[in-house]
């Protein structure tokens, strides 16, 4: 699985939920998800940021931005193509 793989079904299986909306620390954090369900990292926090900002530019995700909360950024799923 890759790291773009893997922020994908995050954000499906968010996107599928009551709950449309999240932080980027929530992407970032997936690094750490990604060592205990893979037994490895797939890529650092940073790694996990730079890919979700690629998937936005390159139109693989529609996310809108929303205000920040505490200083952090705050999301909502608008598509996955």
Same mark, same amino acid.
């Given at each position: 699985? *890759?790291?773009?793989?893997? +922020? !994908?079904?995050? @954000?499906?299986?968010?996107?599928?939920?009551?709950?449309?909306?999240?932080?980027?620390?929530? !992407?970032?954090?997936?690094?750490?998800? $990604? /060592?205990?369900?893979? $037994? /490895?990292?797939? $890529?650092? *926090?940073?790694?996990?940021?730079?890919?979700?900002?690629?998937?936005? @530019?390159?139109?693989? !995700?529609?996310?809108?931005? @929303?205000?920040?909360?505490? /200083?952090?950024? @705050?999301?909502? +799923?608008? $598509?996955?193509?």
């Amino acid at each position: 699985m *890759t790291v773009r793989e893997h +922020i !994908i079904r995050e @954000l499906e299986n968010l996107e599928n939920s009551p709950i449309t909306t999240f932080r980027t620390s929530d !992407i970032q954090a997936l690094s750490f998800e $990604g /060592k205990n369900e893979f $037994g /490895k990292f797939l $890529g650092s *926090t940073e790694t996990y940021t730079r890919e979700f900002r690629r998937m936005r @530019l390159d139109e693989v !995700i529609d996310v809108e931005k @929303l205000n920040r909360v505490n /200083k952090e950024q @705050l999301w909502r +799923i608008k $598509g996955i193509k």
